[in-house]
């Protein structure tokens, strides 16, 4: 009996043993699974590249003096009330139905644009003024609305309606042709340096400060050298079209492209890491004790509030890719745009509405990147900015006046071997596309296939379990090993479901 009993305490023991051994393997097991789990999920997951959380929190200046921060929304609507007040009851009517037009649809633009800056919300920018960036979004809503109108007319009538603005409109330009002689140096002429000096004029200033300008709203030099590359084989393509665009070669790659825009984007990137480099640290402008103090601040309001670094990543993912081809394509059409309105409404070149269209639509375009930003970037955002959907919906329309009062210029054809490069371009572009983000597929990492995988004894394992303390079958404790048939069917178990199952019967195998 004793050798007995000596016999079924080492049985018992190694039972034990065995049984610790195997918790300790399956725990090992759950906790590599889980390692390897949070690892493709880190792979997987694009990190952003800004804090936004802490971006949400900022919706204020604090240190700003509260008066200039209100809404003052009562005193606002009194003030238009007491206008109208004056125009209907006060004033002395004029008979003259041009000159009550003009001031009819400017009080009706003013009292929408105050309106906005009033009740309109807040966009991402606080300085200098949330005020200034309602003002800008609701005047992109009037300017939408203005083209919708003129999509509407006939080209004569549009033409007519900038009368209103200015006599001397609506009246035919002729097209500047840029090209022709395109030596550098002419000799035969009295003064050999004539053709450069004829090119150099006020649009190189306006070049260079724009280019400036979209480096800084892009913030990312690399995107704005592609737009300025992209332009000139535009101009090059198009100049069949447009006069204009016929230039020489080196006014394309040497004044256009590397003095004007190259210059413009160096003097970005240098602002950009100032920008970036900067201390960002605001008082109260009643908080400063001196003079010099209190200018410094005040020059500082209309500097950024803070700074984030647009990382656009545009090969990290197929989203981003599209995006950022949607949003070069997008800033092409609205600088082919400026070109084509003003040959389609016969706006002169150096006309006041075109700087200040060009002016709105940077500020537009600051706003709708920054929204793009925050919703390529931001996991938590998902819906297109306010800002985004205007601006979207002006560069269309625009495009759509182009096309409608432009049609017999914007169907002149494509010569042949232009045509032929565009096309072997898209080709390549898509090409490239389907190779980067179908063929290579970037971060992406198969699902595990749920494989019918039991971790206890390999050979007749048993289908059904007498249960653990305290937990009873289906088919009660007594259930037997006849219905091995059935055990293909649980295969479709969750994983879950599964591992608990095997857990169970490699607790009975021991």
Request: hydrophobic share 45%.
């Amino acid at each position: 009996m004793e050798v007995v009993d000596g016999a079924m305490q080492a049985v018992d023991g190694a039972i034990d043993n065995a049984k610790n051994a195997m918790d300790n393997a399956i725990h090992r097991i759950k906790k590599e699974v889980k390692l390897q789990k949070m690892k493709s999920d880190s792979m997987c997951r694009l990190k952003t590249a800004h804090n936004w959380q802490e971006v949400k929190e900022k919706v204020e200046d604090p240190d700003a003096p509260s008066y200039f921060w209100r809404a003052h929304t009562v005193t606002v609507l009194l003030v238009l009330i007491c206008c109208l007040v004056y125009t209907a009851l006060i004033e002395n009517p004029v008979e003259d139905s041009t000159y009550n037009a003009k001031r009819g649809f400017v009080a009706a633009l003013f009292f929408w644009v105050t309106l906005g800056m009033t009740i309109m919300p807040d966009g991402p920018f606080l300085r200098p003024h949330p005020a200034l960036w309602r003002f800008t979004f609701a005047f992109g809503v009037f300017y939408e609305l203005l083209l919708i109108y003129i999509l509407f007319q006939t080209p004569v009538d549009a033409r007519k309606l900038l009368k209103y603005i200015d006599g001397d409109l609506g009246e035919p330009i002729p097209e500047k042709d840029y090209g022709g002689n395109c030596r550098l140096y002419d000799g035969d002429n009295e003064d050999p340096w004539h053709n450069i000096k004829d090119k150099v004029d006020i649009f190189m200033v306006a070049h260079l400060a724009g280019y400036w300008c979209k480096t800084i709203i892009f913030r990312d030099w690399w995107l704005t050298t592609v737009i300025s590359i992209m332009f000139e084989f535009l101009e090059y393509s198009l100049e069949h079209q447009l006069p204009n665009f016929s230039e020489c070669w080196w006014d394309h790659w040497i004044l256009d492209v590397v003095i004007c825009n190259g210059g413009g984007t160096i003097l970005g990137v240098y602002t950009l890491r100032w920008l970036s480099m900067k201390t960002y640290y605001w008082r109260g402008l009643y908080e400063i004790p001196t003079y010099r103090g209190k200018i410094k601040r005040f020059f500082g309001q209309f500097s950024p509030h803070g700074w984030i670094e647009f990382t656009w990543n545009p090969l990290s993912s197929y989203e981003r890719w599209i995006a950022i081809v949607c949003i070069t394509i997008g800033f092409l059409i609205t600088e082919l745009n400026t070109f084509y309105l003003k040959f389609v409404l016969w706006i002169p070149p150096n006309h006041i509405l075109n700087p200040v269209r060009l002016l709105f639509i940077l500020l537009w375009g600051a706003v709708s990147l920054r929204e793009t930003f925050q919703l390529l970037d931001d996991p938590n955002c998902d819906k297109l900015g306010r800002q985004s959907w205007v601006m979207i919906a002006i560069v269309v329309t625009e495009l759509l006046i182009c096309i409608k009062f432009g049609w017999s210029t914007i169907t002149k054809p494509l010569p042949r071997h232009i045509a032929l490069w565009w096309v072997l371009g898209a080709g390549l572009l898509l090409l490239y596309t389907v190779v980067k983000f179908y063929l290579l597929k970037p971060y992406y990492i198969p699902r595990p296939e749920k494989e019918n995988i039991r971790m206890g004894s390999p050979i007749n394992t048993p289908t059904k379990h007498k249960g653990l303390p305290g937990e009873v079958g289906e088919d009660g404790p007594d259930a037997g090993e006849d219905n091995s048939e059935q055990a293909g069917d649980k295969n479709s178990l969750s994983q879950a479901g599964l591992f608990t199952n095997q857990l169970r019967e490699d607790k009975k195998d021991l």
